[in-house]
């Protein structure tokens, strides 16, 4: 089992080289092992850079990223929008969160690549000329943060929270926005703010409240 | 990450070629186990091959539909949102539905497919750390560091010498008391498995997880039909509210019939090496009348067996009750609860 963990590592760093259907993988000490290799397993080294177009906030931008850059990367590093957040970079913090084809999902365990001809829309999309949207008013509203930090990631989370149909009580959304963590636990203010921005949404007679 | 190809499965035969080369490469469903696992090094597969584009050419791997004996087959590449609303499952199997929404949050139950739900990995520590040596589950024969390290999380049923780490999947533990069935298929054709006998006991090789064999992937899981009538519930009880793995918790399905129970199915989740069924408690629970004194004897029942260290002995009591609890809510017998 060693030697296919060390053998593992070593096709990962680069260090294989390909003979017909057989793999040679150096190991650490220098030995090799084979391992056979289906001809229908073979294909091109695509590790490297690929061009991939993100469809953003109607937007296509063209790029070129290697298979490992998540969405969340390329967003920030390579797009410069910078709104969505690297908090925990595992899936359990909601920051980096974005809609991908209108679904909210995490874009520190999305890969860029995989994004390829879907409509994604981040936070820097909401406002409409320089119009803040209503959600975005609302955390003003209720002072409903306070770094900010996961003030980008709460809002795309409540803008589909609300499409859901999942914010019609205090704890409905409350539990499906657990998603997203405030590590300054403005969580009153949260929930009163998208409470308001839901009704403002549905233009109920209560909008004003 | 460490550097790796990607690709996208032109069809389920590339799908099962590419699971016959694993660990050099692995299947990418919603990403949410396998990426995460790479970032921590604890996965390092040099290729991946993207599977969530075969329901274009194969429908059936994301649906969700009647089975023709009344029960309901949901293809693996269903989303964990997607089936925990779908009516078929929402009214017929509350349980299923429940375990969905009470896991992880609504971003990753976007993302997050019922294959990939089932073959997900555990979430001890000492698993996901790769500064630790010790890990029979990581690095076969190198030890356990958890049983005497920290182990408030780990299993009190189940454990072996080698591994005590607990099966993460809340899904897992309501498949596995409906005594759901696994579809496989690999390029020899497909296989249907009991959901309790894919899940594998750690034993000397916690490294093998499930009965998924290489070559194969998973194409849908089945749930049975229960009798008209039935209820079923799903209690978790974790440190936080919500967004967080469980502590302890329940599936419980009960049939009463002329005041009697006539089926019941049981599992406990968060306090196993695997989802764990407990033929124990549905013994205790058939035949005879519902009542708070019986659930408690069966829930005693349930945990007879564990085998608690320092740390987590607390999960015994609080599993007892929390599948005492399960029982008296899905039969109206809790107090200011309604089932
Ligand atoms: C912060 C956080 C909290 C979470 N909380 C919970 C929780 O409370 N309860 C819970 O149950 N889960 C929880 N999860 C786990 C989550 O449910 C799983 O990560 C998810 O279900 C895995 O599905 P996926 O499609 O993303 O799998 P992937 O990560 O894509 O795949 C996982 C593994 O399965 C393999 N695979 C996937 N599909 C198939 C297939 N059809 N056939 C063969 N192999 C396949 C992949 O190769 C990989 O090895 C949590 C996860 C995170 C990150
Ligand atoms: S950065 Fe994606 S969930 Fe924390
Ligand atoms: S406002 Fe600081 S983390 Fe939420």
């Given amino acids: 089992m060693a030697s296919v963990i060390a053998a593992r590592h070593a096709h990962a760093d680069g260090r294989e080289k390909a003979h017909g259907a057989f793999v040679v993988i150096e190991n650490a000490s220098g030995g090799a092992v084979t391992a056979t290799r289906s001809p229908t397993l073979h294909h091109p080294d695509t590790r490297h850079p690929s061009p991939v177009t993100l469809h953003i906030n109607g937007a296509d931008n063209h790029l070129d990223v290697e298979p490992r850059v998540t969405l969340l990367e390329a967003l920030r590093e390579r797009l410069g929008l910078t709104g969505a957040k690297k908090g925990c970079d595992h899936g359990q913090c909601g920051a980096c969160t974005v809609l991908v084809d209108d679904r909210r999902v995490l874009a520190c365990l999305t890969l860029a690549v995989a994004c390829e001809g879907k409509p994604i829309a981040t936070i820097e999309g909401l406002a409409v000329d320089g119009a803040l949207h209503p959600l975005q008013q609302a955390f003003i509203d209720h002072d409903a943060l306070q770094c900010g930090f996961c003030t980008p990631g709460q809002i795309m989370s409540a803008l589909a929270c609300i499409a859901e149909g999942h914010a019609d009580t205090d704890d409905e959304l409350r539990e499906f926005m657990s998603g997203n963590i405030c590590r300054c636990a403005a969580y009153p203010n949260i929930v009163a703010a998208i409470r308001q921005a839901a009704r403002q949404m549905a233009g109920g007679a209560d909008a004003a409240l | ?339």
């Fill in chain 2, 1 to 339: 990450m460490r550097p790796f190809s990607y690709e996208r499965a032109a069809d389920l035969p590339a799908a099962f070629a590419a699971s016959q080369d694993a660990p050099t490469t692995a299947l990418l469903a919603g990403g949410t186990t396998l990426l995460d696992l790479m970032k921590l090094d604890v996965a390092a597969p040099a290729r991946l091959v993207d599977i969530t584009g075969l329901a274009a050419s194969t429908p059936a791997l994301a649906e969700i539909r009647p089975a023709s004996d009344g029960g309901v087959v949901i293809g693996a590449l269903a989303r964990m949102s997607a089936v925990a609303e779908h009516p078929l499952v929402a009214d017929q199997y509350p349980v299923v539905s429940q375990a969905l929404v009470k896991g992880a949050s609504a971003q990753l139950r976007n993302m997050a497919t019922i294959g990939g739900n089932l073959l997900q990995r555990t979430r001890c520590v000492y698993f996901r750390d790769v500064s630790i040596p010790e890990c029979n589950k990581r690095v076969p024969g190198s030890g356990c560091a958890a049983r005497l390290g920290v182990h408030r999380l780990s299993a009190v049923l189940g454990a072996s010498p080698a591994c005590i780490a607990t099966h993460p999947s809340d899904l897992a533990v309501a498949l596995v008391a409906l005594q759901a069935v696994v579809h496989l298929a690999g390029s020899g054709g497909e296989r249907r498995i009991a959901a309790d006998a894919f899940f594998l006991l750690p034993g000397d090789h916690p490294e093998r997880e499930t009965a998924l064999a290489p070559g194969e992937v998973i194409t849908a899981v089945e749930l049975p039909p229960l009798p008209v009538g039935a209820r079923s519930h799903y209690l978790k009880v974790r440190d936080r509210e919500s967004y967080e793995f469980a502590l302890t918790s329940a599936a419980v399905a009960i049939h009463v019939a002329d005041g009697l129970i006539a089926a019941a199915h049981i599992a406990l989740g968060g306090v196993a090496t695997k989802p764990w069924r407990s033929p124990e408690a549905e013994r205790a629970l058939i035949g005879n009348v519902p009542s708070r004194p019986l659930f408690k004897d069966a829930s005693a029942a349930a945990v007879a067996g564990a085998a608690p260290l320092p740390h987590n002995a607390f999960k015994v009591p609080l599993a007892r009750r929390t599948l005492e609890r399960a029982l008296a809510t899905v039969t109206g017998l809790a107090e200011g609860e309604m089932p």
